[in-house]
């Protein structure tokens, strides 16, 4: 499956942007799908899954009550709504699709298991600026 990225952008603190993740070549049918961030100097780390088989979805603490996650099976997108936007979240958003039976906070909790990845989408750029 290839995934596809988008949305990123340069906003002010406070202000919103709603990333997506269209995935081609094949649906994301029971995978868990996640999307993930580098901010310079940093490492990649997970901000968000959700299920595609049961909806579940999980939250890094950073980012809980500010961003959701959410899909569209018939668009076979993932989109990360970000709220609230902060200084601190600039950073590159990836998305990402594991294999169904992997848990989606232990892929946020647990940096190595992103070594198991599918697939991974290539970078969109989000810039908050204070």
């Known amino acids: 499956v290839q995934l596809q990225a988008s949305g990123g952008g340069l906003v002010q603190a406070g202000g919103s942007l709603r990333l997506s993740c269209v995935a081609s070549?094949?649906?994301?049918?029971?995978?868990?799908i996640g999307w993930f961030r580098q901010a310079p100097g940093k490492g990649r780390e997970g901000v968000s899954t959700?299920?595609?088989?049961?909806?579940?979805?999980y939250y890094a603490e950073s980012v809980k009550g500010r961003f959701t996650i959410s899909r569209n099976r018939a668009e076979n997108t993932v989109y990360l709504q970000m709220n609230s936007l902060r200084p601190e979240d600039t950073a590159d958003y990836y998305c990402?699709?594991?294999?169904?039976?992997?848990?989606?906070?232990?892929?946020?909790?647990?940096?190595?298991?992103?070594?198991?990845?599918?697939?991974w989408g290539k970078g969109t750029l989000v810039t908050v600026s204070s």
């Open positions: 990402a699709a594991f294999p169904g039976h992997y848990h989606g906070g232990s892929i946020i909790a647990r940096p190595s298991l992103q070594t198991l990845a599918l697939s």
């Open positions: 070549g094949r649906t994301f049918s029971s995978a868990v």
């Open positions: 959700i299920s595609d088989s049961d909806g579940s979805t």
